[in-house]
């Protein structure tokens, strides 16, 4: 079955700096790729996706990035604020198989 | 849209006694999961369904715990009976049917506390 690792485990970073979370799966056939942010006592919410025929997806100070051929992803942050600090999960998933999540990495921006 | 509606939000009970959470899931939704969260295991998933039927429950831990979806807008988790090491909180999320195509959205989640 899909594995997913995530790393790193926790990251923090001076407000107005870019972060960097990184993701590896194990199935070759998982083409949906989404990113959950976690607010502390708050449920998980979906913030970006990507789909295995696309490399590259942006939504204002976010990207996500697809390398197929490594079974890597990675999710960009820039000019990050301080409520961008949260946990935040990566997933893997193809079909109408469950999605797996990777173990999540706590974000904190300091001012 | 209200979105996936968990009850209740926060639960006390008393090792040994019975905890029902329940879930209505977004209607059109056609999967259900239940997952757990701790500070030490992450977010585990329990059981999910499909067209209210159980797909995978390879995640529930032990016999205590048992899932229903009984209809397309409800579901419960039940735990029974329930222990100090059953803290946690639980979350409910709910998809259109292909995971390939949508995400789950979350419930507010329930946080259980066994004492």
């Known amino acids: 079955g899909e594995n997913v690792e995530q790393h790193p485990s926790t990251l923090s970073v001076q407000e107005g700096d870019s972060a960097v979370i990184k993701c590896t799966y194990s199935d070759s056939a998982s083409n949906y790729f989404p990113w959950y942010k976690q607010e502390l006592g708050k449920r998980p919410q979906l913030i970006i996706d990507i789909r295995s025929n696309v490399g590259e997806k942006k939504d204002q100070r976010i990207a996500v990035t697809l390398n197929k051929t490594a079974k890597h992803f990675s999710l960009h942050i820039t000019e990050t604020q301080p409520e961008d600090s949260a946990v935040y999960f990566c997933a893997a998933g193809t079909g109408f198989q469950k999605l797996v999540f990777g173990t999540g990495t706590r974000l904190l921006v300091s001012p | 849209d209200a979105g996936v509606i968990q009850s209740p939000r926060h639960e006390v009970t008393e090792m040994g006694q019975e905890v029902t959470l329940r879930c209505k899931p977004i209607?059109?939704?056609?999967?259900l999961f239940w997952y757990r969260q701790t500070m030490m295991r992450g977010l585990e998933l329990l059981i999910y369904f499909n067209n209210n039927v159980p797909i995978d429950d390879s995640g529930m831990p032990e016999d205590r715990f048992s899932a229903k979806m009984p209809n397309a807008s409800f579901s419960t988790l039940k735990i029974q009976p329930s222990e100090p090491r059953d803290s946690a909180v639980y979350f409910c999320?709910?998809?259109?049917?292909?995971?390939?195509?949508?995400?789950?959205?979350f419930g507010s989640g329930t946080r259980l506390t066994v004492v």
């Open positions: 999320a709910s998809s259109p049917q292909g995971t390939a195509n949508y995400g789950y959205t």
């Open positions: 209607s059109g939704h056609n999967s």
